[in-house]
């Protein structure tokens, strides 16, 4: 039933794009959707393929899914269609709850260095969904076998661009890590971050500082890198980095974990968003 939307996303996956599936997964009442519905939305609201409403109830869909795309995060919403004079433009009386997942390419970890920290920070990165890209003249598939890529000459720093989406960490025992932390900042990656001692630490963003790096970008980096666990060998520094890029990247507050009581008697409560109007940003 769905074999186009399926082929049509992993095609999209394959490409490394990012976009998102709206699936319609409740209706009550009457409605132009039905429950199962799906489609896929790009990162500039467009709907690509598939069909979960028309009027203002594609128009919700559309403008979720860019914040989907944006914040990483899955969102239920309600789309409440029961008044026919001010709903969102359907007039079927009746509400439905639709999902909507971001698919996203994997993000990338660039490992400055090698060395038993930098080889389990491979390890763990892998574990946790990253495409492993490590830099070093001494690495090896050996040393890295979970790396999709390895660059061993690189002596301008031109061979493993750096984005937005980039988390980098420095593990060079000091070679060359000021370099590296400019460019990563220059790229404007997600996460930098430097395995070195606090006394090195100083001294690297001190250069970049009378570089004339901004002040804010500096602030920026994770130096010393890592949560404190207390982390005395090198797997543990690698646990430490590794926990703290994945809190930065899912909003984790790295608190103690506490039970809480969920309230499930109120259905509105559950959705991250319910839309009574066509109270969403006009997407062309």
């Known amino acids: 039933m769905f074999s186009d939307l399926y082929r049509k996303a992993a095609e999209l996956a394959s490409d490394g ?34 069909w979960v409403g028309g009027g203002c109830a594609e128009s919700a869909v ?27 433009g359907m007039p079927c009386g009746g509400t439905m709850d639709i999902f909507i997942e ?61 984005g937005s989406k980039s988390f980098v960490v420095i593990a060079t025992q000091h070679k060359r890590d000021h370099l590296w932390l400019q460019k990563a900042l220059e790229g404007n990656a997600a996460y930098v971050a430097l395995i070195a001692s606090r006394h090195r630490a100083r001294l690297v963003l001190e250069y970049l500082r009378e570089g004339g790096l901004p002040e804010e970008k500096i602030a920026t980096v994770w130096a010393p890198a890592g949560l404190d666990l207390g982390a005395s060998t090198p797997e543990e ?13 899912r909003g984790g507050t790295v608190g103690p ?4 009581e969920a309230d499930l008697s109120n259905h509105a409560l559950v959705a991250d968003a319910v839309i009574r109007q066509c109270e969403t940003d006009n997407i062309p």
């Not at 559309?62 to 969102?88: F, H, N, Y």
């Not at 060395?115 to 763990?124: H, K, N």
């Open 62 to 88: 559309r403008s979720e899914a860019l914040k989907c795309i944006e914040t990483e995060k899955p969102r239920l919403i309600t789309v409440d269609m029961s008044d026919e004079q001010l709903g969102v």
């Open 17 to 50: 794009k990012s976009f998102a599936i709206a699936t319609v997964v409740r209706v009550e009442g009457s409605a132009s959707a039905r429950r199962g519905s799906k489609a896929i939305i790009d990162p500039l609201g467009k709907l690509l393929l598939g």
């Open 102 to 162: 971001p698919v996203l390419p994997q993000p990338e970890l660039l490992i400055v260095g090698h060395g038993r920290i930098a080889e389990t920070l491979a390890v763990l990165g892998h574990l946790m969904g990253f495409a492993i890209t490590v830099n070093d003249p001494a690495a090896d598939i050996i040393s890295f076998p979970q790396a999709e890529k390895i660059v061993t000459e690189d002596f301008d720093l031109t061979e493993t661009p750096i």
């Open 237 to 249: 520094i690698a646990l430490s980095v590794m926990s703290q890029m994945v809190a930065l990247r």
């Open 257 to 260: 974990l506490q039970l809480k």
